[in-house]
């Protein structure tokens, strides 16, 4: 069964394989009473049928059958879908024929006479194992599916549509463009969505931390240098600026760069040109700057810390990226995806988050933003709680009432989300009248 087609809600179920009609009996009630899910048949082409149909268990096959015998089984199915685990029952004497069927894809094998306990032990091993093999095939397909680096914005509120509506508007052009923003709320993937969205997507997407750089490097990182040009430049070096010829590059943490780069960057965007260090030769370039930082440049134009002619220069269109505080609908999406991401990448089940943790999400100020609800999604992964407060001795700043009116509309904008809009799905699923649904939806001015 393929990952898209796997129903987390089933139990996964074991493939019994035997032709000794006492001994496959003897399996399934085994295992049921257990509370384990069965399935038996007598053969291995029987086994094929049951597999082609979109089978997503474990096999348990006897070596021995009439026809195809089971190393026959084992070595399609490894080769159909190597996840799936297949557990080999041997006769006495079959050791060796046992060992090469680990080295060809077993995940175990069971000598007769073997216990009950035996086999429900090490089927549950293998559930286990297939279970997690299945979510996060699941994972991948699901992170795969989104459509483009814009998607990646996750939230449906009034603010990120305005941010989706802007970037699909002025992606596509040539204007520099500023991203104003609290630290965590996605500055450089704002900036790689509206690189994403233009015709130099097939070219480089060049990032640099302003603030991330010694003073004395800076002027070699970004503009490049030539051969001798100071001790140690053996060779020539090309810039980030040249290096993102024909595509997009990124200045995070603008503020942070050097007063003599800000003159030597003002000259590239008016003229278009960048001169390497040890070098009086222009070289022209086709680069477009995305510049993001979380200060107010006007003001720090206006009290000199920061050139007024390159801000102008800059701010030919300013997106603004609202904190998660302001969208706190979006939290149980954002921390649904970073689970699932989590999940992934540390293959461990993605186990949601309650009612309860939800409330206390939405209700929280997240001075970290979305970096910060991104962490504390794969603390919960990793099985140390989601308590935005554990450790911190922050507080949720909020008064009850508002937290309340908070959870319910995010709870709601979640619910409407699950069932495409359908309000009277929605009203079933959250235990409420249709009217009364309705009269929430038009007070917080979901759709």
Not at 97 to 112: C, H, P, S, T
Not at 231 to 256: M, N, P, Q, V
Request: proline fraction near 5%.
């Amino acid at each position: 069964m393929s990952a898209e087609r796997y129903d987390h809600s089933n139990p996964l179920a074991v493939l019994i394989v035997e032709d000794d009609a006492d001994v496959r009996l003897g399996c399934e009630q085994a295992l049921a009473l257990e509370g384990i899910a069965t399935r038996a048949v007598p053969s291995a082409e029987a086994a094929w049928h049951e597999i082609g149909a979109g089978f997503a268990g474990v096999v348990v096959t006897d070596i021995h059958l009439p026809g195809a015998d089971g190393m026959s089984l084992l070595r399609d199915t490894v080769a159909r879908d190597a996840t799936m685990p297949v557990i080999l029952i041997t006769g006495h004497g079959d050791i060796t024929l046992a060992v090469q069927a680990m080295k060809q894809g077993a995940y175990d094998f069971l000598e007769k006479p073997f216990s009950p306990e035996r086999l429900v032990a090490t089927c549950r091993r293998a559930l286990d194992k297939r279970r997690l093999a299945l979510e996060v095939a699941d994972l991948r397909a699901r992170l795969a599916s989104r459509d483009g680096a814009v998607a990646s914005l996750i939230g449906h509120s009034p603010a990120i549509e305005r941010l989706r509506r802007m970037i699909a508007t002025v992606g596509g052009t040539a204007a520099n463009i500023l991203i104003h923003g609290e630290t965590g709320t996605g500055k450089e993937l704002v900036a790689r969505c509206l690189h994403e969205a233009s015709a130099r997507r097939t070219r480089h997407f060049v990032p640099i931390n302003c603030g991330g750089l010694p003073e004395q490097l800076f002027e070699s990182e970004i503009f490049g240098h030539e051969a001798g040009a100071f001790t140690g430049a053996a060779r020539r070096r090309i810039g980030k600026i040249e290096h993102a010829e024909g595509g997009t590059l990124f200045l995070d943490e603008i503020e942070s760069m050097p007063m003599p780069m800000q003159i030597k960057l003002l000259r590239v965007l008016q003229e278009r040109v960048v001169e390497r260090l040890g070098s009086n030769q222009p070289v022209p370039v086709d680069t477009r700057v995305v510049a993001a930082t979380k200060a107010d440049l006007r003001t720090l134009a206006d009290a000199g810390q920061f050139r007024a002619d390159l801000y102008y220069r800059l701010n030919v269109v300013t997106l603004e990226l609202p904190p998660l505080r302001e969208r706190r609908e979006d939290v149980p999406l954002l921390f649904e995806h970073f689970v699932a991401q989590a999940a992934l990448r540390h293959e461990l089940e993605a186990v949601p988050a309650s009612p309860a943790e939800l409330a206390a999400l939405v209700a929280y100020a997240w001075p970290g933003n979305v970096r910060e609800l991104r962490n504390l999604a794969e603390r919960h992964v990793l099985g140390l709680g989601c308590d935005p407060r554990h450790g911190t001795g922050a507080t949720t700043a909020m008064p009850l009432p508002q937290a309340v009116e908070q959870f319910e509309r995010a709870l709601i904008a979640d619910a409407l989300r699950r069932h495409d809009g359908n309000l009277t799905r929605t009203a079933e699923a959250l235990g409420v009248a249709k009217t009364t649904l309705f009269d929430k939806v038009r007070k917080y001015g979901l759709s």
